[in-house]
T-cell receptor, first 113, second 118 residues
């Protein structure tokens, strides 16, 4: 079993839809959780960072963490064509910058105008 | 915001030659940098952790003699692919964290370097 599981999609939605992206993990040592957006042939860009169970909102993005179920989600409201990208969940055992990140496989999202 | 720069963005080399990729933190110091490899439609796979002033820590299965990492200063880490072969063709990405950071949101990624070995 992989440490981090993420449905690779692809996921295709109409503009304005609510998008739900999910990851599960097996290692309870993971305490810090991130969502990255990666456009084709570019490096990942950090979208959200959380370390406690619950919800964190930033504009159209909401990150949700359920440590008891080892499940994290990213919700995108009012999705736009510019949101079309691969979304990667990532997690680490520590919050310092020297901790390794373990990534999910990524979900390819297409938002159709 | 903080920026991590990678160079070159694209490189094509002949089989058997060596290629060097640079990763620079432009406005912060990074004691630790990470090198990843990403195949098409795959996730990022950590290759090694680059530590300033000491030897890199390689992940299991990564050949340290083939992928040489040098982190000579707090703003520069280099990855050299030695005796490159076509199977080494991939997207290589580095990341860096600001020194003394205690939160994950200060890990920044470079734009990546596409390597094609012909």
């Amino acid at each position: 079993q992989k440490e981090v599981e993420q449905d690779p999609g692809p996921l295709s939605v109409p503009e304005g839809a609510i998008v739900s992206l999910n990851c599960t993990y097996s290692n309870s040592a993971f305490q810090y959780f991130m969502w990255y957006r990666q456009y084709s042939r570019k490096g990942p860009e950090l979208l959200m960072y959380t370390y406690s169970s619950g919800n964190k909102e930033d504009g159209r993005f909401t990150a949700q963490v359920d440590k008891s179920s080892k499940y994290i989600s990213l919700f995108i409201r009012d999705s736009q064509p510019s949101d079309s990208a691969t979304y990667l969940c990532a997690m680490s055992k520590g919050g310092g910058s020297n901790y390794k990140l373990t990534f999910g496989k990524g979900t390819l999202l297409t938002v159709n105008p | 915001g903080a920026v991590v720069s990678q160079h070159p963005s694209w490189v094509i080399c002949k089989s058997g030659t060596s290629v060097k990729i640079e990763c620079r933190s432009l406005d912060f110091q990074a004691t630790t940098m990470f090198w990843y490899r990403q195949f098409p439609k795959q996730s990022l796979m950590l290759m090694a952790t680059s530590n300033e002033g000491s030897k890199a820590t390689y992940e299991q299965g990564v050949e340290k003699d083939k992928f040489l990492i040098n982190h000579a200063s707090l703003t520069l880490s280099t990855l050299t692919v030695t005796s490159a072969h076509p199977e080494d063709s991939s997207f290589y990405i580095c990341s860096a964290g600001a020194q003394g950071a205690s939160s994950g949101n200060t890990i920044y990624f470079g734009e990546g370097s596409w390597l094609t070995v012909v």
